[in-house]
């Protein structure tokens, strides 16, 4: 697959009918030019819209968010619609981690990888990640994710950053080592599991998995209820991750922020997208 410097890189299963505008279509690939073609990228957005429940409509409005973020601010998207010829053994949870082993060993020139869910977006495009993440952005971490609270699930692992190093691939090699084994135990948390049964172990790596507050990078929408104020999404967070609320008004809710978020960037002019 043709993978360009600065550029972003949208894995396809859109019908033939769907149009970026200033993007070529090549083989499946969505290749959009963005940031500076001559430094390598810093930063990678990942994620995945694989579930039946992703309908078309939110799903092009998740990766179209996305896109913008990365032409905002000079980064790589690697975004699929298809699951990895791979890891097709295994159930979809698990597919996060199959693509995320795979950019580490193979993209020495990202630094950092900013897993999104398909139900995570950016909600305030004009946020600057190494500001906003600041200290933070420690890369003896192994995962870097946001949560103040912690989930009676375990760790949420719906938004998170790595750092590219060797510590953060053996932990990876770690949680996709357990798939087979947890598959067999039928429960329904696949990666949260893996990283469960690390902590009751007391894997070595897992204590170096560093936690922020929600709503500097994964801001609760539509768990009111259960976590306080402070987990949650509000106007001017950076990004919202719909958790929990699958009715009507919560998904066109996460679709028309997700559509805000990018319009307004091609409002200020600050990207090449455009309304439709």
Not at 67 to 84: E, I, K, M, S
Request: proline share 4%; hydrophobic share 40%; aromatic share 10%.
């Amino acid at each position: 697959m043709p993978i360009w410097h600065g550029a972003f890189v949208l894995v396809l299963a859109f019908a033939a009918a769907s149009v970026f505008r200033g993007q070529a279509l090549v083989g499946g690939t969505l290749l959009a030019p963005g940031g500076d073609s001559q430094a390598p990228p810093k930063i990678a957005v990942m994620s995945a819209c694989l579930l039946p429940k992703y309908g078309g409509r939110y799903q092009e409005a998740s990766l179209r968010n996305k896109l913008a973020w990365c032409g905002r601010w000079g980064a790589t998207c690697l975004l699929h619609t298809a699951r990895h010829s791979t890891g097709t053994t295994h159930h979809a949870r698990w597919e996060k981690f199959v693509r995320i082993n795979e950019v580490l060993n193979t993209r020495p020139d990202i630094e950092w990888l900013f897993w999104l869910d398909c139900d995570a977006v950016f909600t305030n495009l004009t946020i600057d990640w190494r500001q906003q993440l600041g200290k933070s952005l420690n890369r003896d971490a192994v995962m870097i994710a946001g949560e103040t609270k912690p989930d009676p699930y375990g760790l949420n692992t719906g938004v998170f950053l790595m750092p590219n190093t060797n510590a953060t691939r053996q932990f990876v090699a770690n949680v996709l080592g357990r798939a087979d084994g947890i598959d067999q135990r039928k429960t329904s948390w696949k990666d949260q599991q893996a990283l469960l049964d690390m902590k009751e172990e007391g894997y070595p790596l897992y204590s170096r998995i560093k936690r922020v507050p929600n709503r500097l990078m994964n801001s609760m929408y539509g768990k009111d209820k259960e976590f306080p104020a402070e987990n949650c999404w509000q106007h001017g967070d950076w990004v919202a991750h719909q958790v929990d609320c699958w009715t009507a008004s919560c998904v066109e809710h996460i679709v028309r922020l997700a559509e805000e978020g990018r319009l307004s960037l091609a409002r200020e002019g600050n990207t090449t997208e455009k309304e439709r």
